[in-house]
């Protein structure tokens, strides 16, 4: 009789683990645990600088639905979690969300070798008064940038390779313009 409830317990046990993993493994899981509503819009997807897979990812929160940018990361076992998040405050129409992708490159100036690694920024916005067009033209050299806009609400994803400053104290040329500024200057929003 003791043979058979040990044996049943250790049953139950395994099939619970195996429940577990599989729930772990799907990062629908750690966005729901976290009190987010889903999977809205997969940003960005590839291996970190160590690796290891990722996602950004837009999403709202549960409840009173304000915008939110997760960075998930996947374990050795499989298993994703939240590493980041960031939303849009109560009284905010802008959100910025800054991370370093898994692409680098190098190259070999003057026999030293200089790396490179993508940075990436994306702003949330509610506030466009008009189509974000042609912005480009007013970036700084190196920067590309993709838009997806929906009335005035809006997501902005920077990426760049380029560093500014020496190899000591070099910051990613994301960091040195006011995107803000320049979408009000140029009347894309309010």
Same mark, same amino acid.
């Given at each position: 009789?003791? !043979?058979?409830?040990? !044996?049943?317990?250790?049953?139950?046990?395994?099939?619970?683990?195996?429940?577990?993993?599989?729930?772990? &493994?799907?990062? !629908?899981?750690?966005?729901?645990?976290?009190?987010?509503?889903?999977?809205?819009?997969?940003?960005?997807?590839?291996?970190?600088?160590?690796?290891?897979?990722?996602?950004?990812?837009? &999403?709202?929160?549960? +409840?009173?639905?304000?915008?939110? %940018?997760?960075?998930?990361?996947?374990?050795?076992? +499989?298993?994703?979690?939240?590493?980041?998040?960031?939303?849009?405050?109560?009284?905010?129409?802008?959100?910025?969300? &800054?991370? %370093?992708?898994?692409?680098?490159?190098?190259?070999?100036?003057? +026999?030293?070798?200089?790396?490179?690694?993508?940075?990436?920024?994306?702003?949330?916005?509610?506030?466009?008064?008009?189509?974000?067009?042609?912005?480009?033209?007013?970036?700084?050299?190196?920067? *590309?940038?993709?838009?997806?806009?929906?009335? *005035?609400?809006?997501?902005?994803?920077?990426?760049?390779?380029?560093?500014? +400053?020496?190899?000591?104290?070099?910051? *990613?040329?994301?960091?040195?313009?006011?995107?803000?500024?320049?979408?009000?200057?140029?009347?894309?929003?309010?």
């Amino acid at each position: 009789m003791v !043979k058979k409830c040990i !044996k049943s317990i250790l049953i139950l046990l395994a099939i619970s683990l195996a429940i577990f993993h599989l729930l772990a &493994t799907n990062p !629908k899981h750690a966005i729901r645990l976290n009190g987010y509503v889903d999977i809205g819009r997969i940003i960005q997807h590839g291996r970190d600088l160590n690796g290891r897979e990722f996602k950004i990812i837009q &999403t709202f929160t549960r +409840g009173n639905n304000d915008a939110a %940018f997760l960075h998930l990361n996947r374990n050795g076992w +499989g298993h994703w979690h939240i590493i980041r998040s960031e939303r849009l405050a109560e009284d905010s129409t802008w959100l910025i969300f &800054t991370w %370093f992708g898994g692409q680098s490159n190098f190259q070999i100036v003057e +026999g030293r070798t200089i790396f490179n690694w993508q940075s990436n920024q994306l702003v949330y916005g509610t506030n466009a008064i008009k189509m974000l067009e042609n912005l480009e033209e007013l970036l700084p050299h190196g920067v *590309s940038v993709s838009i997806s806009q929906s009335n *005035s609400e809006f997501v902005i994803h920077l990426q760049s390779y380029r560093e500014v +400053g020496d190899d000591e104290a070099s910051i *990613s040329i994301l960091s040195t313009f006011d995107l803000q500024g320049i979408l009000v200057e140029h009347g894309f929003i309010e």
